[in-house]
């Protein structure tokens, strides 16, 4: 499902315009994680690992960086995702963490209930533009042709889920933005990355290569346990000896978990899923989104994972 600069760029622009009505959900780019990825960074092993994850916001990407990957296969259905993760690489090196939030989020920000006026602002993409170029040249002729024609809430609105949670929750779900520091070490380890774009579809086209993590994020909120169950198998086969797999981030819910209503992911049904997968899978809870959002222990989000153990 390879689409030239030229298609995502029209593709773009029909979306901006309201003209392209059949827009597929999976087509909007995710602006920042709906994950508390913080909480199971400490799950995997990334110094000098190989990761190859789901798309989305690219935060998993960007967060699995800074803790020391170096090589990263990015995999999405979408197909801007290759020109927007090069869109925040760039600011990641040019602006400053504070401009960095200020361009990117929308959604309550600067306060609650209230639509960032200065998001995808001019001024501040053109501080970037020159670093984006130096990046690659196709993703800022991109985004240079989108931000010409259309101002940052048409871009924002169009093009972009409407997930989106506030700037202060996007701290403490994402390592890199939990402070300066991190913000500027991530700025530096960013341009040794070794980072690869796959556009298609995770359940049907072949994936090449072997990884020593794999994140398929929140895959499992969309499909059957029937699917997921086939993808994990698939994915199984990419997955290095002692490496493991995310194989499905949940929302709101822990091992204990028994009030699966009917009409929801069959994931979040716990004793159907459990035994559908590898008994030696890991259960992990912690706080969640809502957990951080109301300061509370009893609000969590798990993920499963398994780890393949190299047969004697």
């Known amino acids: 499902m390879d689409f ?3 298609e995502k760029l029209k593709l773009a622009k029909d979306m901006c315009d309201h003209s392209y009505a059949n827009t597929h959900k999976f087509s909007y780019i995710y602006p920042f994680t709906t994950e508390n990825i913080n909480a199971y960074l400490p799950l995997f092993d990334f110094k000098d690992k190989s990761l190859f994850t789901i798309g989305s ?4 990407a960007l967060n699995a960086i800074l803790c020391g990957s170096k090589a990263i296969t990015i995999f999405d259905i979408s197909p801007f995702i290759c020109e927007y993760y090069y869109l925040k690489r760039a ?3 040019t602006l400053t963490m504070e401009e960095f939030l200020k361009f990117f989020c929308y959604k309550n920000y600067p306060i609650t209930f209230m639509d960032n006026a200065k998001a995808f602002d001019m001024d501040l993409y053109l501080k970037l533009k020159e670093t984006l170029k130096t990046c690659s040249y196709e993703a800022e002729y991109f985004w240079s042709e989108i931000f010409n024609k259309y101002n940052g809430a048409v871009i924002r609105n169009q093009l972009f889920s409407t997930d989106e949670n506030k700037s202060k929750l996007l701290r403490c779900m994402n390592n890199y933005l939990k402070n300066n520091e991190n ?3 991530l700025s530096k ?3 040794e990355a070794n980072v690869k774009f796959i556009n298609g579809d995770i359940f049907t086209d072949k994936i090449n290569g072997s990884f020593d993590n794999i994140f398929l994020s929140n895959l499992s909120s969309y499909y059957s346990l029937e699917q997921i169950k086939n993808l994990f198998d698939k994915m199984l086969l990419n997955l290095n000896d002692d490496g493991r797999i995310l194989i499905a981030y949940l929302y709101e819910t822990d091992l204990y978990s028994d009030d699966y209503m009917e009409g929801e992911a069959e994931i979040y049904n716990i004793p ?3 035994q559908a997968l590898p008994k030696n899978i890991d259960f992990d809870s912690f706080i969640g989104v809502r957990g951080l959002l109301f300061k509370s222990n009893r ?3 798990s993920v499963i994972t398994y780890k393949k153990v190299k047969k004697m």
Do not use: G, M, P, V
Not at 57 to 60: A, K, L, P, V
């Open 272 to 274: 159907k899923t459990l």
């Open 57 to 60: 916001s690219c935060d998993q």
């Open 189 to 191: 380890k960013i341009t």
């Open 91 to 93: 600011a990641i090196q």
């Open 4 to 6: 030239s600069l030229d």
């Open 299 to 301: 609000l969590r989000d």
């Open 183 to 185: 913000y500027n070490e």
